[in-house]
């Protein structure tokens, strides 16, 4: 009888430990959630008579070309980004990380539906903690893709944005000195050369922190920024991510990127 009761009292300890654990957690991704101005408006997303539903497929072709900027991916939701005449960056993918797990979730093992329109396409992730909704708008006259996220969430939840940077032209032309820098401040990763002639800004106004590179360095690891999602929240709007750049001196790129985020939904 005692064997058993030390039992169930080491039980309930590792019980309430995990409990705990989970909150700290919890705590964490909740600690710097977006606060108000860091997402935009939500506005009705129409039905296309033309549009096409489905399952997600691994490898299946998903991408939108404006005239100036366009994506380039898969149905799972990794894609690749241009802003004319350059490259942006490539292997731009989504990841989930919750309480109950130590490593993030990959978006495309939870990517579960596609929906294409002329207009905008979605990438649905669904998983029993979260559903999120992505949705790929690219400007017609802009260098540049916007990505609204739409989140549905009983607990706590943290989107981790990954990407290679390349500011490159198609090769066999190609620019060189490359680096990607992390402005905590501005909440976005600058993308440039040595020359500064070509820039391009990726992030979020959502993202808390991102990852840092040796300076004036191509980073042959990926570039990671991470976005807080807090369940009171969820329901005050899109999270933007924004990915925009080109030839192009800073200070035209820095109104690029403002007039993305301003408005996305007259873009749509």
Known sequence: ?????L??????????????AALALGALLVGSAPAPGQTVPRFPIADSPIQLEGPARPGVYLGGPG??????????GEFEAWGWPVKLVHDFRLAFRIPEYDEPIPGAQVARRVVVRPELMTVVYSHAAFTVRQHFLVPLHEPGV???LDVSTVRPLEIVASFQADLDLMWPAGLGGQYAIWLGDRHRFLLSESRRAYNAYVGSPAAAHGTSHPAHAAPDAPSVFRIPVDTARVDDGFIPIVVAGGAMPRDSLDALYDRLLADPASYY
């Open 7 to 20: 039992a169930a009292g080491t039980a309930g300890r590792a019980s309430r430990a995990v409990a705990a």
């Open 1 to 5: 009888m005692r064997s058993h009761g």
């Open 146 to 148: 916007i990505v609204l």
């Open 67 to 76: 005239r100036e900027g366009a994506f380039f991916g898969a149905e799972t």
